[in-house]
């Protein structure tokens, strides 16, 4: 034990020390969402004439990045796996760079050297009596990234919950230890409104009990939730977990009990949600967080029976392309975890790959079932992996169906006021 605080205390640093260890040039990649190391991230700006030509790169980010401020390109360039509200301007004026990935294959990018990584950068709870950090809110790529950057920078807080599964890290791993007490990030629960009440329905029906669900962040995943206390031994094998499930696991809906891999236990690869959220997991047996290349492998996925994938788009056309992650050359999101869920689910023993979607934007002025796609968007999921789409006004499954029958079905739960003029494009390209 003795041996252990030494070898802590010798790894202790300022964030302006931490900050320091990064050199001009390098490419620094920092713990995802929750585990974005805060602290260290105001240093980093705090020193930034210290600085040129560093490359920050994330995939969801949670806090107010100064680094991709006009002001600071010269010092800092962000290069964005999963572009957010604070990023999508600079990537529009190329003051910051996307990269297109699935989730699943960042650990891979680093291990092969498609990343190489100089720096590694993230928020963990502190050592346990044996010297082991927990990375609580973001296993992801954390492991991977730990194990290649040749600088290992760990931002210690007591906040962060400790989660079992693939958790853990030896002090011995990292290189730099800043220490934080500072609130980690909450998301709010979203508002339900009626078009997610209606989709979360048309969902909720196509789960059959003893089903194994995969949901995303956002008011279409907590709609769905609502609906489900009547189902049974529901399981949870996901991406990311919030806020939703934590009353459908109290009550036992949620149970894993019907897994055939990881029985019994909530499986995710990151947490996101409220301080209600990370103390529930906190410590609980039941949630166990494993690296991406794990939890978002499609094969893994398919070891379970009844996956039920629920993801979320921007667009969709006639032909069944799927739009997730951009606007028409605007770079709006990113790819995440949605075709490796869309594939496991599709390989799963009665696995059903549900895209949901408002069938109208927010002010009811676009379609967002169109004859085609909006110039420059990059299709998410392709028309050969697309299962089913929802809509506030059906169910629509493609799988299986001719182009005519496809565009027929997303015409039948498209917006009524757009009906006709999408059947006009139907009758120029499939005319009787």
Known sequence: MEDIKELYTSKLVTSDEAALKIKSND????????????????????????????????????GNPDYVLPENKEHFRNNSLFAGAATRKPI??????????????????????????????????????????????SVDYALAGIETAK?????????VPRVGGAAQVHISEIDYIIESNKEIFEIKPPVIGEVEKKIGAYIADLIPDGATLQLGIG??????????????????????????????????VINGSQKNINKGKVV???????????DFVDGNPMIEAYPVDYTNN??????NDNVIAVNACIQVDLMGQVVSDCIGTRQFSGVGGQVDFVRGARLSKGGKAIIAIGSTTADGKISKIVPFLDHGAAVTTSRTDVDYIVTEY???RLRGKCLRERAKLL?????PKFRDSLMEEFNKRFPS
Request: proline share 5%; net charge negative.
């Open 394 to 396: 059906g169910v629509a």
């Open 151 to 159: 600088t290992v920078i760990a931002e210690v807080n007591d906040r």
């Open 92 to 137: 529009a004026e190329n003051r910051a760079d996307f990269t297109p990935m699935y989730f699943s294959e960042i650990p891979g990018c680093f291990r092969d050297g498609y990343i190489p990584l100089d720096v590694y950068a993230f928020q963990c709870a502190p050592p346990d009596e044996n010297g082991y950090v927990n990375l609580g809110v």
């Open 219 to 252: 008011s279409m995943p907590d709609a769905i939730l609502t609906f489900l206390h009547e189902k049974k031994d529901l399981g949870i094998h996901t991406e990311m977990l919030s806020d939703g499930v934590i009353d459908l696991i109290e009550s036992g």
């Open 27 to 62: 490419r620094v990649f920092f713990g995802h969402a929750v585990a974005e190391p805060t602290t260290l991230i105001e240093a980093l700006v705090r020193n930034k004439e210290e600085f040129s030509n560093v490359e920050i790169c994330h995939l969801v980010y949670l």
């Open 298 to 303: 499609p094969y893994n996925i398919a070891k």
């Open 411 to 415: 015409i039948d739960i498209a917006h």
């Open 268 to 278: 995710t690869t990151f947490i996101m949600g409220t301080r209600r959220l990370y």
